[in-house]
């Protein structure tokens, strides 16, 4: 609708600084397990609810907790700009099912699946490539 492309090219104007707390932030998520819906160290984290918690936490950034929504925040970018905090998104079971953090030097965080915890994975490997559908700058 209209209105809520406005307000998504609104945020996507306004956004805050990048800086290194959203990748301490990241990092601190790690090991913790997969819980669907899960959005906090206490819960665990899903893959959206993982973003979600990091953006909140280190930039006051308020995201839904939704991939496909979160798909349409920030502005897109190339792979081949990819900056640290940009959220990278991949179809798992269908297109933005699934979304993670770029963490640089060709590597993301996210929360894979019930039964894993929260880890970082190779942005190059085959199974990523194939399924990438895209990524989204949320900070500057």
Known sequence: PPRQTALRQERATSMPERSPELLLQALATSGFDYRRGGQSHTSGFDCSGLVAHVFQQAYGVKLPHNSRAQSGYGKPVQVAELEMGDLVFFNTEQPFSHVGI?????????????????????????????????????VD
């Not at 030097?105 to 894993?116: E, S, V």
């Open 102 to 138: 770029y963490l640089g030097d060709n590597r993301f965080i996210h929360a894979p699946k019930p039964g894993a915890v929260v880890r970082t994975e190779n942005f190059s490997a085959r199974y990523w490539k194939t399924r990438f559908n895209g990524a989204r700058r949320i």
